[in-house]
């Protein structure tokens, strides 16, 4: 599988964005598309993944309320859309995807993936 990221960019507290991220080679009764970040200095963490079969959701307390994953299955993209963006949500977003067989609901650690799309970085000014 093949990721592509996109939009990012600079923005105010308070502001939104939407993330793209295009994928090829997909299996959709599969795959699973998360998106995660990485701030400098820190780990990279769970944002939200999305099941393409089935659209089911889930998020990581953080961004709960705020952001909102979603799936073109006709396009092969995934989406977050961030609202009410804070500068601690300052970081470069990643794409990724599981293909993987697995019995778990989540799937949150970056090892749970192996295909990922080469980042986006997102900058929200105070």
């Known amino acids: 599988v093949q990721l592509q990221a996109s939009g990012g960019g600079l923005v105010q507290a308070g502001g939104s964005l939407r993330l793209s991220c295009q994928a090829s080679?997909?299996?959709?009764?599969?795959?699973?598309a998360g998106w995660f970040r990485q701030a400098p200095g820190k780990e990279r963490e769970f944002v939200a993944h999305?099941?393409?079969?089935?659209?089911?959701?889930y998020y990581s307390d953080l961004v709960k309320g705020r952001f909102t994953i979603s799936r073109d299955n006709a396009k092969a993209t995934v989406f977050l859309q961030m609202n009410d963006l804070q500068p601690d949500d300052t970081a470069v977003y990643y794409c990724a995807s599981r293909s993987k067989y697995g019995t778990a609901v989540i799937y949150r650690r970056p090892h749970d993936y192996e295909d990922w799309g080469q980042g986006t970085l997102v900058t929200v000014s105070s």
């Open positions: 080679g997909l299996t959709f009764s599969r795959h699973i």
């Open positions: 999305i099941r393409w079969s089935s659209g089911t959701t």
